[in-house]
């Protein structure tokens, strides 16, 4: 096993992925997987472009990395699947393209591709981050989904001559897209968990921004741009982040360092290094409904620590509206603890009324 600048890395043996996936992406996965018929549609249109097809379309126009081409790139991935204690080694294809990306496919026996402009863009060990990262959507099982997200993208384009069938495509598009944007983040912090070297796996988020001129930037000043970013400016600001967020198949750079770094400052890194993590033996006893509440807390934790101002404005007003409502039940409580007994009378009676139309609770509960 290679060295990391600073220590030896730590293997994970039976890591399973509920370690280190985003609540969001591991409720959708879980319920994803939960859904009878799912696999059959997942079959369906893996039978339109099969699998085998698109390693052939790699195999003859992009290069196989191995011991004798990219061998280092071999050792990272090597390294990598080690690690993270994956059972089978992923083939990884080098593919002459100069934007930087990289990407698992695949459903039975998935593949990693990635492209001379990551390649040349990164170092070392920004390398051992990004090959972590993809050998994280694999454990997770993402490369199943990201293959379907890429095959509705082709079969969206090619039936948008067709109002409904469009709509139709567009509004699962939307949601897989959120789910991948969440997916990223749980691949980051598996990245990170390969290479175990933070500042790498921030160099190459800033890269992915800002290119291979690390001597001009910093990354506390990318930090506060992150920050920034998170608390926009006003409302409009707010409509246009959301506006470019929707379409965007992966949360811009800005929000993957924001997310790591608040990962890392939670100490679950430096736990599931210590060797407190969920074991793969121990998945079938995951629950939909507990993955579900997890993810619930995810957005709401999410919600409440924004600083973005329309966000604000509408948590404000939901808020208040709460707290009026407290307010007229606890009101609604004092009186009947205070004079209102069974057997008064019409006053009791007006009291049981008050209490009935501010069950009007209800009516703030609603919205």
Known sequence: M??????????????SPRAYEHPADRGALVALRSLSGFDVLVKSLFGRVS?????????????????????????????????????????LYVKMDPTPNAMAIGRKKPFIVMTTGLFDLFDAEEKRFVIGHE?????????????????????????????LGALAIQ???????????KSELSADRAGLLACQNPDAAKRALMKLAGGSNLSEMNPDAFMEQAREYEAGGDAVDSVLKLMSTVPASHPFAVVRVAEMQRWLESGEYERILGGEY?????????????????????????WNRTKDPLVSVVRDVAGG??????????????RWRGGGRPGNGGENGSDGGDAGDNGGGNSSDRP
Do not use: C
């Open 135 to 163: 050998v994280g959507h694999i454990l997770s099982g993402h490369a199943v989904y990201r293959t379907l997200l890429l095959l509705l993208v082709w079969i969206a384009q090619k039936i948008m001559w067709i109002p």
């Open 171 to 181: 509004a699962i598009l939307v949601a897989l897209k959120e789910w991948h944007r």
């Open 278 to 302: 969920p074991r793969r033996t121990q998945d079938s006893e995951s629950r939909v409904s507990e993955e579900a509440g997890r993810a619930a807390d995810s957005y709401r934790e999410d």
């Open 2 to 15: 290679a060295n990391s600048p600073d220590r030896v890395r730590v293997r994970l043996p039976d890591l």
């Open 51 to 91: 699998e085998r097809q698109l390693r052939l379309l790699f195999l003859a126009n992009a290069v196989r990395v191995g011991p004798t081409q990219f061998p280092e790139l071999h050792d990272y991935l090597r390294d990598a699947a080690y690690v993270l204690d994956l059972d089978d080694v992923p083939e």
């Open 321 to 334: 509206a709460a707290g009026a409502g407290g307010r007229i039940f606890d009101s609604v409580a004092e």
